[in-house]
Nanobody, 123 residues
Framework: QVQMVESGGGLVQAGGSLRLSCAAS????????MGWYRQAPGKQRELVAS?????????NYAGSVKGRFTISRGNAKNTVYLQMNSLKPEDTAVYFC???????????????WGQGTQVTVSS
């Protein structure tokens, strides 16, 4: 029904930058929220940043990335980006795109995940 395709991960030195992209396609009536989560080895998946569709795009960031990462929506509104600056080794993780998607005007929204993209920051 819905496909979430991520890109932009890779290997970067500490202090460097990466930009992640995610595009949602398929049976989409409305996307309420899009966001990025990450999961490091041996740790739980955690929210990195999210952005809503309403109110001009309200954003929310994890404290550990605030001031370094910026989440934004594309003009097509079914895409989301994560600009990551001043990367640290502790940012190393698999990053997952997430979206809350409604399939019609009456239905509830459902949560969809991308396949994940590896971000590795070397010291």
């Amino acid at each position: 029904q819905v496909q979430m395709v991520e890109s932009g991960g890779g290997l970067v030195q500490a202090g460097g930058s990466l930009r992640l992209s995610c595009a949602a396609s398929g049976n989409i009536f409305r996307i309420n929220v899009m966001g990025w989560y990450r999961q490091a080895p041996g740790k739980q998946r955690e929210l990195v940043a999210s952005i809503t569709s309403l109110g001009g795009g309200s954003t929310n960031y994890a404290g550990s990335v605030k001031g370094r990462f910026t989440i934004s929506r594309g003009n097509a509104k079914n895409t989301v980006y994560l600009q990551m600056n001043s990367l640290k080794p502790e940012d190393t993780a698999v990053y997952f795109c997430n979206a809350h998607i409604a399939h019609n005007e009456l239905g509830s929204s459902y949560r969809y995940w991308g396949q994940g993209t590896q971000v590795t920051v070397s010291s």
